[in-house]
């Protein structure tokens, strides 16, 4: 059996919609609407492999993702 590989498109929007506050199986949810089907450990292991921390003092609080804005905290 061949593993197939996950475009990188979908690495990037798991990695970015986990940084921005998305849990896990909400990101994976979001992948799976979208055909990429991923396990939370698949999303867990690229957001650790991308290992982006943001910049000292600072918190992601919104993502963009195509036209859509997604943000946490209050809205």
Avoid at 20 to 36: I, K, P, R, W
Avoid at 40 to 58: E, I, T
């Amino acid at each position: 059996m061949e593993r197939e590989r996950a475009p990188e498109s979908a690495i990037a929007l798991g990695v970015q919609s986990h940084l921005v506050g998305l849990s896990l199986s909400n990101t994976v949810d979001l992948l799976d609407s979208l055909g990429a089907q991923r396990s939370r450990k698949a999303v867990h292991d690229w957001v650790q492999n991308a290992d982006l921390q943001p910049d000292a003092g600072q918190s992601p609080n919104h993502g963009a993702l195509g036209e859509t804005v997604i943000e946490t905290d209050d809205e």
